[in-house]
């Protein structure tokens, strides 16, 4: 029972030196305790827990809990002073190593200043376990992400998709989580009929021989063209539409096709952009949506429409979902029906994620709710994310196309983007110092690290700007400054001699250093890792973690500017070496170096 019931605690466990916890959730715990017990007159009582502002002289962490619980006791005719409070809190604190002393101030603050030597011990663990997440309970999650369509064009809404679904699939598995990385990719719309249908006109012979449509975009368009001026040919479309869906070998041997075209070119983007997942498309659920339908038409939830088979939400929904088209034919709505029983009842996954651009977020909500009410999703058991974002835009702020007002093809923009970042590499000289080989590698980390950086830098549900220019800048929140940033830091311990394998050896016998006043300040924005980690566990924003990576190659650079870790003389002989600081210095690299890896950025030893 014992092991059991540890299991199931989703809280951090206090005790596990070996790993770096939440500063927040420690704090939190502690003050809980302490207000609990000093005033056990009032239910439920504010914990309010805070990083402290940039001046030291107000400790490193705040809880501010004296003011709101003075205003309960004041509307309840008490007359108490928030100063008197905080004592009272402070009073009933528990003891704990994280916390060296706390100090009341002005109104009723109370300042938490951290005990360097548990930091130290913290930041150590590094060495020997490595970058370590922070303990959750152990969940399976789908996550459906990317998810384009056949034949039609993968445009940068999907880019973004596949961009933050990859970042958020790595963060969860980081975390230990179970992660299923689910495409489900539009496989088997009615846009099949007229493709399959102008196939066998164009390429009568297409089952026996390879048809030459590589591509598949203008394929469609001539497709498309024929179905919308000639009634005949619709009429075959439409026909070959419910032959396909009812799996006739002739019509799935020429689905099976064209699916496979765009799905090499998929893949090629997915290569490239190192992006992993697992294909399960529309097509999947066909059989599965059968027998939904009929189960919803049971249950009483259908309602007829105009011959159409509608289904509504919740009081939230203002539209229904259509469940059958009045020709018979399912859709997209009854397709995602399908889906979210399959993943939470059939795969019993504990929370499913969908990565899906705004547009569609009235899409999620019905289907939310509709999954509700027919008893498919119980909110007590299971969570549903709604990951929306915003759209691509243009420097011209208008929508992201190309001068010709076609969309942007993705292989032509990473194509773009490798040319941008050699140009850039070339104007800083590099490609007279790297060998051609370490610069391809600096220059595919630029390229992609910057189009995937910049889209995860933004708070997602606002739309952005793309802009090689910006991205590509050297300055400010970009990847560049950050790879940059990075390779200058592990370059301080290999002009010391130190590799990664000696730098361990090393701190088993020396300790990070702590006491210069940037030092530490360095110190408590590393320790703030685990939480910056949950805190996008709980949101799902990626843009956190890109701000905390910021955040650390600043501070970082503060530290370097005002201490020497490494001295020379004037003809450049090593004289000194601060085995404390080459420490520090390691393990902002190693928690840098973990950030990059959720954000997909790859770092190089030389750019
Ligand atoms: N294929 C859809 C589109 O391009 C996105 C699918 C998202 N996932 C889902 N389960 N509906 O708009």
Redesign the pocket.
């Known amino acids: 029972i014992a092991i059991a019931e540890e299991q199931m605690q989703s809280k951090p466990t206090i005790s596990d030196s070996s790993k770096m916890e939440s500063i927040t959730d420690i704090l939190h715990q502690l003050f809980h305790t302490a207000i609990c017990a000093a005033f056990p007159d009032i239910t439920d009582p504010p914990v309010v827990i805070a990083v402290a502002a940039s001046n030291p002289k107000f400790g490193d962490y705040q809880c501010n809990s004296a003011m709101p619980i003075a205003n309960i006791y004041k509307q309840s005719g008490k007359k108490v002073t928030p100063r008197n409070l905080a004592q009272k809190i402070l009073d009933n604190l528990p003891s704990h190593p994280m916390v060296e002393k706390c100090e009341i101030a002005g109104p009723g603050f109370i300042n938490i200043f951290l005990n360097r030597d548990y930091a130290v011990k913290k930041l150590q663990a590094i060495f020997q376990n490595g970058v370590q997440p922070p303990t959750v309970e152990r969940k399976k999650i789908i996550i459906?992400f990317s998810?384009?369509?056949i034949a039609?064009e993968m445009h940068v809404?999907?880019l973004r998709?596949t961009i933050i679904g990859e970042t958020i699939a790595r963060l969860l598995e980081f975390l230990n989580f179970e992660v299923h990385r689910i495409n489900?990719?539009?496989d088997w719309g009615t846009q099949f009929g007229m493709l399959i249908a102008h196939l066998q006109d164009r390429f009568p012979d297409h089952l026996e021989k390879m048809p030459p449509i590589s591509d598949l975009q203008s394929f469609y368009k001539e497709a498309k063209e024929r179905f919308d001026e000639d009634e005949e040919f619709k009429k075959r479309a439409y026909d070959s539409v419910v032959k396909l869906q009812s799996f006739e070998p002739k019509h799935i041997k020429a689905w099976k096709l064209i699916c496979d075209v765009s799905r090499k070119e998929f893949q090629k983007i997915y290569d490239r952009l190192d992006i992993t997942l697992k294909e399960r498309g529309?097509s999947f659920y066909q059989t599965r949506t059968e027998k939904i339908v009929k189960e919803l038409e049971e249950a009483g939830f259908l309602e007829n429409d105009d011959g159409r088979k509608i289904m509504w939400g919740d009081e939230s929904t203002t539209v229904p979902f259509t469940i059958v088209k009045s020709d018979g034919g399912f859709t997209?709505d009854s397709s995602?029906m399908a889906?979210i029983k399959h993943r939470l009842q059939e795969e019993k996954a504990d929370w499913v994620i969908?990565v899906?651009?705004s547009g569609?977020a009235t899409?999620?909500q019905i289907l939310f709710a509709c999954a509700k009410k027919a008893g498919i999703l119980d909110p007590k058991k299971h969570r549903v994310d709604f990951v929306g974002f915003g759209v691509v835009l243009g420097e011209d702020k208008k929508k992201f196309k190309t001068r010709s007002g076609d969309s942007i093809r993705l292989v032509d923009l990473l194509d773009k983007g490798l040319e941008k970042a050699l140009d850039k590499l070339k104007e800083k000289g590099r490609d007279k110092v790297l060998t051609p080989d370490e610069l391809k590698r600096a220059q595919e980390s630029v390229a992609y690290g910057c189009i995937k950086y910049a889209d995860l830098s933004h708070n997602r549900n606002h739309e952005y700007i793309f802009s090689f220019d910006k991205m590509l800048e050297d300055k400010g929140n970009t990847a560049v400054y950050l790879l940059y940033a990075f390779t200058r830091i592990r370059s301080i311990a290999r002009t010391a001699n130190f590799t990664p394998e000696k730098i361990k050896e090393l701190s088993k016998k020396e300790n990070i250093s702590l006491e210069h006043e940037k030092e530490w300040k360095l110190g408590k924005v590393l320790l703030r890792f685990p939480d910056e980690i949950l805190k996008t566990l709980n949101d799902l924003y990626p843009h956190h973690i890109c701000e905390y990576v910021y955040e650390i190659a600043t501070t970082f650079t503060e530290f370097y500017d005002s201490c020497y870790c490494v001295e020379k003389d004037s003809s450049g002989d090593i004289v000194k070496v601060n085995y404390g600081r080459i420490l520090l210095a390691e393990a902002t690299a190693m928690i840098m170096e973990k950030c990059f890896h959720i954000l997909g950025l790859k770092p190089v030893e030389k750019m």
């Open positions: 459906d998810s384009p369509n039609k809404g999907h998709s489900h990719i539009g529309e997209y995602d889906a969908y899906v651009d569609q899409h999620f």
